[in-house]
């Protein structure tokens, strides 16, 4: 599997929609075909029209608040005495996470195509607090589907939801996580797709929805592309990009810019959720090597059981709670492109109480599931490797849950 170097990968599938001839495609049911098949040609149309660019640009920088901060860690490095630790705040982005940069794009198409209602999912409630902004700040209607056991663990990403006007609907079935919300925001939709828009929530999905979001959070790597040529003169010789992965959509816009460039000047490293220490329980697909299957209209790398069925994933963090993975992840681990390991809760909450011991950031335990790999191997590395995470949330929303592991101290 190779991947060309002069196209953006969400260009690189097939035309049946797979990556790398068997990951993403479109397994939707007969009534989602055409509009699918609308949103495509309106996608496909607005990306490449001047205007909707200018528009997209003004609301990124004048709404969202991009470029956020490219920092250096430095009593984080010199603690650790190896690498040099960088981190890219998207966090400051309005909202407090990567999520602001799909839901506002996915509001502007629904403007674009004179929809007046739109509807998401959300696992870790950025997804779903996000759609609520944009949908009042484009005057939309919209609803949130969430998992009960979600509503619970990220309370103030609800509250946020309700003060903007968006109604959730919590999701009883199943495990009570991201999984069953997207599947009954794709079962609401096939019933209301002629009034309504659709946003999925990360770079998952039917093959459309997969593009859209990656051509969204795409904005991040272009701002690092810049601001390490105003930081370093060049692209770095020796670098590594950490970022968590769940769905994929902050990774996958983390990286766009980089896939091109080779592996021994920028590696690629994804961090799935490990689950609790020594359980058998996880969020990670791709670390533990699970089959593909089909789940959520695109054929990708699941997390399942003997008998093929979709198995309960388990993780601190509710934004990693995903049983599958982006079709452009899977990709990227097949060619090599990427590599893929991952980090317990404990290790994710160790990392939170070495980070902000060291550094005013105050990244959510998704980020810092990644922070737990780049620290534990930038110690083996030489000052002149430049290592780079994602923070690409705010911690506010896990409150609760350091509160009760790590105690009051930390909060
Ligand atoms: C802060 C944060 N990081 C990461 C994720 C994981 O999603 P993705 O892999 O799509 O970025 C989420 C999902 O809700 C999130 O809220």
Redesign the pocket.
């Known amino acids: 599997m190779k991947i060309k170097k002069k196209l953006s990968l969400i260009d690189q599938h097939d035309k049946n929609g797979f990556w790398g001839g068997k990951f993403g495609g479109s397994f939707v049911p007969e009534t989602l075909k055409k509009p699918i098949e609308d949103l495509t040609l309106v996608f496909e149309k607005l990306r490449k029209n001047k205007n909707f660019i200018k528009k997209r640009d003004h609301y990124f920088k004048n709404y969202i608040g991009s470029p956020t901060s490219f920092v250096k860690l430095d009593n984080l490095t010199d603690h650790l005495n190896g690498a040099q630790i960088w981190t890219k705040i998207v966090?400051e982005a309005n909202g407090g996470?990567?999520?602001i940069y799909n839901a506002t794009v996915h509001a502007l198409i629904c403007k674009s195509m004179g929809k007046k209602y739109i509807i998401g999912d959300?696992?870790?409630?950025?997804?779903g607090k996000m759609l609520s902004m944009a949908a009042k700040k484009f005057g939309l209607k919209c609803k949130i589907f969430m998992g009960a056991k979600d509503i619970k663990r990220q309370k103030p990403n609800c509250d946020a939801m309700r003060k903007n006007g968006a109604e959730i609907i919590p999701v009883y079935t199943g495990s009570q996580t991201?999984i069953d919300a997207v599947s009954e925001c794709m079962r609401y939709w096939v019933s209301n797709c002629d009034t309504t828009h659709m946003c999925v929530?990360?770079?998952?999905g039917p093959n459309i929805f997969v593009k859209i979001?990656g051509w969204s959070?795409s904005q991040i790597s272009r701002e690092l592309k810049q601001q390490l040529c105003e930081q370093f003169g060049e692209i770095p010789k020796k670098m590594k990009l950490y970022n968590?992965?769940?769905?994929?959509?902050?990774?996958f816009g983390f990286w766009n810019e980089f896939i091109k460039y080779d592996k021994k000047q920028i590696e690629l490293i994804g961090v799935e959720a490990g689950g609790p220490y020594r359980s058998n329980k996880h969020a990670a697909p791709l670390t533990n090597n699970c089959k593909i299957g089909i789940l959520h209209g695109a054929m990708q790398y699941v997390v399942q059981n003997k008998d093929g069925q979709i198995e309960e994933t388990e993780s601190i963090?509710?934004?990693?709670d995903?049983s599958g993975v982006?079709p452009l992840h899977c990709y990227l681990k097949d060619s090599k492109r990427a590599r893929y390991v991952s980090a317990s809760d404990e290790e994710a909450l160790n990392a939170y109480k070495l980070v902000t011991k060291f550094e005013n950031i105050n990244p959510?335990l998704?980020?810092c599931h990644a922070f737990a790999i780049a620290c534990k191997e930038a110690k083996k590395l030489s000052r002149d490797t430049i290592i780079i995470v994602n923070s690409?949330?705010?911690a506010i929303k896990d409150r609760d849950i350091i509160k009760d592991r790590l105690g009051k101290r930390y909060v």
């Open positions: 966090s996470a990567h999520k959300t696992g870790a409630g950025y997804a991201l929530g990360s770079t998952v979001c959070t968590c992965v769940g769905g994929g959509s902050s990774s963090s509710a934004g990693l995903y982006s959510s998704e980020p690409c949330g705010d």
